[in-house]
């Protein structure tokens, strides 16, 4: 146990603690992309879009339909992959806390006895004897002096993955959202189907009855007979198809949510469910970095730039003290008294002289994994800005598209009629009826998945371009550094 003026030692030595970083100097690097987005005729931007960038829009500013946002509020509730994401972030939330502690020394209070007999033999008195020895002290163990910034190094590192994992649950909670809102759009898409597949049947059915009877009467040939009942049971197979998958999707919503969800918040037609919110795609430069994912990969490797500065510092002596502060007495009723005051002040250099290369190897991994983590940085980056531009040409084509889409089916509806009233007034057999149903058909339910798109590749472009991830009432705020030990 040591004495009063050794323990004036310590505030100096807390003092030069971590005075020293090995660490390189980080720089964020270069973003591997273009500075503007692409341009042409398939990235032209529709008119009113908002200007306002994807990472200031709230979720629930961006999905303006009051049933799909209680739906999304139901599954940042409950899904249990954005709760895993939660708990790895406080997982790492802790190791940080506990490789902080290691800056600090750490206090502890030891009280032991000991009673043991000696032999004649060994005792040195000629005689047997008894020997009874008690202690209680408080002091520091093996406390490391971080003069060359290892401890801090590691701490560093372990507040950089922290925060990585912490980018990692905001990611998350990105792709569930643009997942649910998805698979709620084609739940919605699958049901207005599922109506077309029931009208176009209760429409058939009637159709093949009209055609049987002119058959039996003689005012119709058997093959028409024959073409509207394949146009009955092609709608009934299509009928059975949207059943299933309408159930699919409420089998996959329920999965995404973590919970049932009420009937009355379920979509019953894609014309039900309000426009989502347009949104203006910014810079790359702007737009990128504030994407989830891309700030988890810098913190990964801002992370591995620290463990150099570790890797580095293993090259340096290590100092540690020991200290303890207390009394010791040979009887535990005397272990308080006067004169049984104790100490012991025990520092200890390690200087590292001879490990068949264990640090060189140790420093050459870091920098790897540096360098590694730089190349998932920048990749990430390039997958982001294809993402966003595959995202941006759809979203400059499909209007065009859907414009065309409807003006055919439109069309198509006509030629259905009369087509319908040239068979009726015996111009024209039933093929040419057969024809322009199939057709108008195959256009009204194009005309369904045209828009499913288009409200699936806003909600591609808001996800893309970093959308999602704001704070609400029942998210975490973004990372910053934990609170220290012990407040």
């Known amino acids: ?29 270069e973003p591997p992309v273009p500075k503007a987005w692409p341009e042409g005729p398939s990235y032209k931007a529709p008119a009113g ?31 249990r992959d954005l709760r895993i994401a939660a708990l790895n972030t406080e997982k790492a939330r802790a190791y940080y806390r506990i490789q902080r502690a290691e800056l600090l020394p750490t206090v502890n209070a030891v009280a032991y006895g000991n009673k043991q007999r000696l032999p004649a033999s060994v005792s040195g008195t000629g005689r047997s004897i008894v020997a009874e020895t008690d202690a209680a002290s408080v002091g520091i163990t093996a406390w490391e002096l971080d003069f060359f ?10 507040l950089e993955q922290y925060f990585a994992t912490e980018q990692a649950r905001n990611s998350a909670q990105v792709s569930l959202l643009a997942e649910v809102a998805n698979v709620y759009l084609a739940l919605a898409a699958d049901r207005e189907a599922l109506k077309l597949a029931q009208d176009t049947l209760v429409n058939q059915e009637a159709a093949y009855k009209l055609v049987q009877r002119r058959f039996e009467v003689g005012a119709s040939s058997e093959i028409d007979a024959f073409r509207a009942q394949v146009s009955v049971e092609t709608a009934r197979g299509d009928v059975a198809r949207y059943t299933r998958t309408v159930a699919m999707d409420e089998n996959a919503l329920r999965l995404l949510v973590g919970s049932s969800v009420p009937a009355d918040l379920l979509p019953e037609a894609l014309g039900g469910i309000q426009a ?5 795609p910014g810079l790359p430069s702007e737009v990128l970095m504030r994407r989830p994912d891309i700030l988890m990969a810098e913190n990964q490797l801002k992370a591995a730039n620290a463990n150099i500065g570790a890797a580095r510092a293993a090259f340096f002596p290590r100092i540690s003290l020991s200290t303890s502060l207390g009394s010791m007495d040979n009887q535990l009723s005397g272990l308080f008294k006067s004169g049984s005051y104790a100490w012991a002040f025990s520092p200890q250099v390690v200087l590292p002289i001879f490990d068949a290369g264990s640090r060189w190897s140790n420093l050459k991994a870091a920098q790897a994994d540096r360098d590694i983590y730089l190349a998932q940085y920048e990749k990430a980056i390039q997958v982001a800005f294809r993402e966003v531009a595959d995202a941006l040409a759809q979203r400059g084509t499909l209007d065009d598209q859907l414009a065309a889409q409807l003006t055919l089916t439109q069309a198509l509806e006509g030629t259905y009629r009369l087509a319908q009233a040239r068979y009726s007034a015996g111009v024209d057999g039933y093929l040419g009826v057969l024809d322009a149903q199939r057709s108008l058909y195959a256009a009204q339910q194009g005309l369904i998945a045209l828009r499913q798109a288009k409200a699936g590749n806003l909600v591609s472009l808001y996800k893309v371009l970093g959308g999602g991830w704001q704070p609400t009432d029942r998210s975490p705020a973004p990372a910053k550094a934990p609170a220290a030990p012990g407040s």
């Open 49 to 79: 879009a908002s200007g306002q960038a994807a990472a200031d829009t709230a979720w629930q500013e961006f999905y303006l339909d009051e049933r799909l946002r209680k739906v999304l509020d139901l599954a940042l509730r409950h899904n």
């Open 149 to 158: 910034g290892r401890v801090r190094s590691l701490k560093n590192r372990a």
């Open 276 to 280: 989502l919110r347009d949104i203006a």
């Open 1 to 29: 146990m040591m004495s009063p003026k050794a323990w004036s030692i310590l505030p100096l030595a807390l003092a030069l603690t971590g005075c020293v970083s090995m660490a390189p100097r980080y720089r964020t690097p």
